[in-house]
């Protein structure tokens, strides 16, 4: 079959490897209906040393169930299904608790525990825990915009809405949310969800914010750094926002949350951190009592609701995808997506 | 009038000063009853640089009303009052969202704003705001284990408490301290307030441990740094504490902080943290979303509550004072402190 694998940075290349087989009788084996590529995936596209093995890449799909194996209980072959971008058994005492993605059973995918999703088949490991079934939906004769919205639940609009949920957003606060990648836009789609009042976007690509405008930003600041904080700052008051969502990952995207964080506030982050050490003392987070929350997201914890949504139109996350690619395009995604020509591109391997 | 100053890293005197006058129509004058010396203090008394105008130091105090400004509405010569360790109007909006540290008209004292507390009296910026009255209590006649008890509310306990407050305690959950100081100790008795189950003290002082134990701490880790992160872990079946109340400041014990708090928990820290960049990447909070949640205590907020449950007896948080000393022995306090032959000192200008 054809999968996806990058060898450094800038090198993507769709290969031929074998079919996977189930390992562990918790396993499934499914047939990739949509996956897509991440804006996490341009962090290794970015800095990848070169390699001869390659990154299995992508984490991102909804398939149909083709195997089960003899431990799985609540999939059977022909379901249609949504696949968080972790797996996780779900029974766990921090799966008990929220937090799918600390499963002591869980991993990631694209590392030697499970191969990558941008593939036309997969191994799903922890299958009951990994994969929610889809009820009613018939996914060849499904609109693309309905097959676009249960995609995006396998990681970008719950990604954002985990930002949201973690920073326990209150009726009527006001929201800022840093970065107008798909996972800024799904933050602001969710904050709205949570009852959020003013919803300022800090983003420059008008073609984006539009669509956080759609989705329910009240303002948009264009300007970055320390203008870009004086502006949110004028919005509010002076006072700053009762919640940021930091949808970016990158240590400016950082700076400027902390920079407008009301006193006492919250900043949220998803965009997956590109560094590890990063001020929170008296000058940045200490001093104005602002609190930190987020991480990778626990997609399962939100799955089965989003999914519901999703069917009753209530959200329309799938609006993320500007741009649907066979496999073999999926190098040219990766560059498009890179450029900005591209918000988000969804890879359907019957093209 | 007597009043503490400090010219350098170890060089702490008794100075003669003029007695504070009213200088705006908001200010109080008054006399101080007891005062004490904080951890906080101990930070410039290891690092403050040599110089010759010197830092007026202090900021917990219980005192009587000698004088009132025009304006100040709810205080009169007279009242007996706590006065929390920073100033503030009460009535802003961050004040009105209980974030009174960060006070539009707020500040602190032993800056050009306000002079330090550990004198024979002080001016109070914004009175109606800055002081509480204790109703019914006669300083002059007063146990000194209750004058004790109150002294605390300026600041240590307070402190502690907004730790566990900022963490948002669960009942049942478990809770780990680090550090035993004073405001390590009072996050114990406070956590023990709002429901912890399991609350583990890690410090290698006994008799201040053992405070801790009759505060509420069911287990108690001297162990430090991978040691004593390796021990939380076997206390908590491998999983780590919901709740971690960082009382030190210094990097270790923040290091300790990420290394013990479960998956989805939370780290509120309350020490002045001596270090401005610190890990909050992968690797450390965002990997296991963990949270991070503190800063300066809005003593204010919690001020009159915490009266009552000191006349209540529900609460004794004056047992952190184990030594008593006049003005001119302050100097030996600060000594004393450092040298960990006291765990908090009291000031009876009287003596």
Redesign the interface.
């Known amino acids: 079959m054809k999968a996806t694998y990058m060898y450094g940075a800038g090198d993507v290349r769709i290969v031929d490897v074998p079919k996977p087989v189930i390992q562990q009788p918790t396993d499934a084996i499914v047939r990739t209906v949509r996956a897509c590529v991440c804006g996490s995936d341009l962090h290794p596209y970015h800095s990848l040393p070169a390699m001869e093995q390659g990154l299995s890449m992508g984490h991102e799909l909804i398939a149909v169930v083709e195997e089960v194996g003899a431990d799985v209980k609540t999939l059977k072959k022909g379901d249609f299904v949504v696949v968080p971008f972790a797996f996780q058994d779900n029974t766990c005492?921090?799966c008990q608790?929220?937090?799918q993605?600390?499963c002591v059973h869980g991993g990631w995918y694209g590392t030697p525990q499970a191969d990558g999703l941008q593939a036309e088949y997969a191994r799903i490991p922890q299958a009951d825990g990994s994969a929610v079934a889809v009820p009613g939906v018939d996914p060849e004769t499904a609109s693309e915009d309905l097959l676009k919205s249960l995609l995006a639940l396998s990681d970008v609009y719950l990604t954002g809405f985990h930002a949201a949920y973690?920073a326990k957003i209150e009726a009527g606060q006001t929201v800022a949310v840093v970065g107008d990648g798909a996972v800024g836009l799904s933050a602001v789609l969710a904050a709205k969800q949570l009852g959020a009042g003013k919803v300022i976007l800090m983003g420059r690509h008008e073609d984006r914010t539009d669509l956080g405008r759609e989705w329910g930003a009240t303002d948009v600041v264009a300007e970055r750094g320390a203008e870009g904080v004086t502006k949110v700052m004028e919005l509010t008051n002076g006072?700053g926002a009762h919640v940021v969502l930091e949808a970016v990952g990158h240590m400016p995207a950082y700076e400027q949350s902390y920079g407008i964080v009301?006193?006492?506030g919250v900043i949220s982050?998803v965009g997956?951190?590109q560094?590890?050490?990063?001020?929170?003392?008296?000058?940045?987070?200490?001093?104005?009592?602002?609190?930190?929350?987020?991480?990778?997201a626990?997609v399962r914890a939100y799955l089965e609701d989003a999914i519901q949504q999703v069917l009753d139109g209530t959200i329309d996350p799938g609006k993320v995808f500007d741009r649907v690619v066979g496999l073999s395009e999926v190098p040219a995604a990766y560059a498009a997506m890179d450029a900005r020509e591209s918000l988000k591109v969804m890879v359907d391997p019957a093209l």
């Open positions: 005492v921090f608790e929220g937090m993605t600390a973690m006072e009301r006193p006492g982050r997956v951190p560094y590890e050490e990063a001020p929170i003392g008296f000058g940045s987070l200490f001093g104005k009592n602002a609190r930190l929350a987020g991480g990778p626990p």
